[in-house]
């Protein structure tokens, strides 16, 4: 009797295993998942990338860099949005989802856009520290990471026969950050047995903090996600013994808002609940949360010596004289005022 209970379960565990296999299904890829820009084409476009599965090849048609989007100025091709068309034969299934893997190599961090065949929205992203070396920049930045997007939508987004989707980085502050932008690591689009919920939120203590008086206040951000274009909606923070709401721009057809909130410092385990309206309907999130660390940041002028390029030779030992007179001066008159060479030639000051 227990070895046929123990059959029917390995049988209902290996049918079940079956359909999740079953349920996911890639419809097309670009580029491998693997923390690296490698397999793309290095250098820019020069003109708008529209690329067509089964037709074009990665290694020359799709590139791996790409420098943001500025709001209202004209994007250079590069930086235009990248089209992926494909085909849909018969009728669409009932649920998709796009993965796409990024690699932020620079100091910036964009945010991305992704366009479903004329329906926009803006995705945030969260990357993590990549170890693994996948590019050879790994080696010499030591903030390398990888970031994931997971867009999941309905079928009836798309039609028979051609579709596009289109992805673009974008500038998520309205100054503009030198050689801003992001590497691809691998694009997919799955279909899925089903949709997550239509609205969801995470919470995200930061680094930020501002001083009122003697109070300290910690930036927590909400990332709420919609599926659907918000004609009337807030969010609600619900965090040590505060509540805040702000209302939601619903200046999209789907995708994140990030909400900012100026919360009073709280401890370690501190119990957060978020509740997101969207069109009527309500979400409730629980989380439990840890303050981020307070940071004390030191910032270090410094000036890189390369004898003979800015300059003669001699010339350029007169002026670094000088420099060291106006240093010993500076010292002497703020006593803790450092300059001090290093290896390579640089003078660090502070």
């Not at 279909?191 to 501002?210: G, K, W």
């Amino acid at each position: 009797m227990k070895a046929k209970i123990v059959a029917i379960a390995v049988a209902w565990l290996l049918s079940f295993s079956c359909y999740a296999q079953s349920a996911e299904e890639t419809v097309w890829r670009v580029g491998v998942f693997d923390g690296s820009s490698g397999e793309f084409a290095d250098g820019d476009p020069h003109q708008a990338v529209n690329f067509v599965v089964g037709r074009d090849r990665i290694e020359t048609s799709w590139f791996a860099y790409t420098p943001v989007a500025w709001p209202g100025k004209a994007a250079e091709p590069a930086a235009a949005p990248r089209s992926i068309a494909f085909p849909i034969v018969g009728r669409p299934e009932h649920a998709y989802r796009l993965r796409v893997s990024i690699l932020i190599d620079r100091s910036s961090v964009p945010a991305l856009r992704v366009a479903i065949d004329g329906r926009t929205g803006l995705f945030y992203l969260h990357p993590r520290l990549d170890y693994a070396m996948g590019d050879m920049v790994a080696a010499f930045y030591p903030a390398y990471s990888r970031a994931e997007v997971d867009v999941e939508f309905p079928g009836s987004w798309l039609k028979t026969g051609q579709n596009s989707i289109s992805l673009q980085a974008v500038a998520t502050g309205g100054t503009g950050v030198p050689d801003a932008g992001f590497n691809y690591d691998a694009v997919e689009l799955d279909r899925i047995a089903r949709l997550p919920p239509a609205a969801n939120a995470a919470i995200e203590p930061t680094i930020f903090f501002s001083k009122h008086d003697s109070a300290l206040d910690e930036r927590v951000d909400v990332f709420v996600r919609y599926s659907q274009r918000p004609h009337s909606g807030r969010v609600q923070l619900s965090l040590a013994g505060h509540t805040y709401s702000h209302a939601l721009r619903g200046d999209q057809d789907f995708g994140e808002e990030r909400v900012s909130f100026d919360v009073p410092e709280f401890g370690a385990d501190s119990r957060a609940e978020v509740r997101v309206d969207v069109n009527g309907h309500a979400t409730h999130v629980q989380e439990t949360l840890q303050p981020q660390k307070q940071w004390t940041l030191f910032l270090v002028p410094h000036v890189h010596l390369d004898v003979g390029y800015t300059d003669y030779q001699a010339k350029v030992a007169a002026i670094q004289s000088r420099i060291l007179d106006e240093a010993m001066d500076l010292a002497e008159k703020h006593p803790g005022f450092r300059l001090a060479p290093t290896a390579n030639g640089t003078w660090i000051s502070s």
